[in-house]
Structures are given as structure tokens and as C-alpha cells.
């Protein structure tokens, strides 16, 4: 059954762009991961600073062993860290993890 994980990042009002930035700098860093499904960076489109990260996986067990795999360590440092230099400047200011299930739907 598949797995969705949705890290929710709240960034300072400036800071989202950066953020998308750096996820665009890592594009298809996991694409072959075994069980992995699928990922979105989800921008909002009004106020808010909360942007969503959302990955989709075959199952729990698939999530797990992406999590404590080295290359989650490597993905998850900077450009400048993965070349020996210093880390830059966090851009969240917090997220949460959120795990869900499909319960229904529709194929469109």
C-alpha cells in the first residue's frame, strides 16, 4: 500500500525561493530508490511560509531504509558541504513529518 510523506517546512517570508533552490539542485537524487513512487515541492499560493514536500512510496519499510541510508545523509547536505565547505544557513525555521495512507480517491 502506498506511503506518503509530507514534510511540511515553514520558511521566513523571503526565504522560499532558496528553499525551492535547493531542491531543485538535488532533482532525482532518489528517483531510483527502491519503493520510492514519487515527489512534489508544493510552493503556496497565498500568505502562508509552510511549503510541502511530498514523496510517496511503496511501503513504510521502503520510507525507513531511504531514511537511515547514507545517501539521505549525502542528499540532505548542502552543495557546498558535499564539496568540503561550510553548511549555509538553514532556510526552514521548522517542519513536521506527516504520514498518511490513501483512503480514497478518484483517477480523473
Not at 547514507?70 to 547536505?77: E, I, L
Not at 544557513?89 to 490513501?102: A, D, F, K, M, N
Request: a negative charge; hydrophobic letters at 35%.
Amino acid at each position: 500500500m502506498t506511503v506518503i510523506k509530507i514534510n511540511a517546512i515553514t520558511v521566513e517570508p523571503d526565504s522560499g525561493d532558496e528553499l525551492a533552490r535547493r531542491f531543485a539542485a538535488r532533482a532525482g537524487a532518489i528517483d531510483d530508490r527502491d519503493g520510492f513512487e514519487g515527489f512534489e515541492l508544493l510552493k503556496p499560493t497565498d500568505d502562508r511560509t509552510t511549503w510541502l514536500v511530498v514523496t510517496r512510496w511503496r511501503d513504510e519499510e521502503s520510507f525507513q531504509a531511504w531514511v537511515s541510508s547514507p545517501a539521505f545523509a549525502h542528499g540532505h547536505r548542502s552543495e557546498a558541504e558535499r564539496a568540503g565547505g561550510e553548511a549555509p544557513r538553514p532556510v526552514g525555521v521548522h517542519s513536521e513529518l506527516w504520514s498518511y495512507t490513501i483512503a480514497g480517491g478518484s483517477t480523473g
